[in-house]
Nanobody
Framework: QVQLVESGGGLVQAGGSLRLSCAAS????????MGWYRQAPGKQRELVAV???????NYPNSVKGRFTISRDNAKNTVYLQMNSLKPEDTAVYYC???????????????WGQGTQVTVSS
């Protein structure tokens, strides 16, 4: 069993910052790609940031220069530093990871439960 648990969401004023964390636990052999997605009410889930195992990152234009994704492979944890937050960043944020299971050596995608980020104007 593999679990992803997010933390760090909350309410912040426009222009403020938040840092999200997502820790993976369970029967983990290796974590490959890790990422953050978000879903606002009435909208589709969208990619916010992605990082592969060697640290290469990618962001959509909507958050580039404001958000930074990082990971600690020793802790099986991925982070999302969000600066200069805007009201349109309000959404439920989900972490996701492609994980190789140490028991089965199968490779599957896992999702966290989501954490609410609300940016007030």
């Amino acid at each position: 069993q593999v679990q992803l648990v997010e933390s760090g969401g909350g309410l912040v004023q426009a222009g403020g910052s938040l840092r999200l964390s997502c820790a993976a636990s369970g029967s983990i052999f290796r974590i490959n790609t890790m990422g953050w997605y978000r879903q606002a009410p009435g909208k589709q889930r969208e990619l916010v940031a992605v990082i592969i195992r060697d640290g290469i990152t990618n962001y959509p234009n909507s958050v580039k220069g404001r958000f930074t994704i990082s990971r600690d492979n020793a802790k099986n944890t991925v982070y999302l530093q969000m600066n200069s937050l805007k009201p349109e960043d309000t959404a439920v944020y989900y972490c996701a990871a492609q994980i190789e299971d140490s028991l089965t050596r199968g490779r599957n995608d896992y999702w966290g439960q989501g954490t609410q980020v609300t940016v007030s104007s």
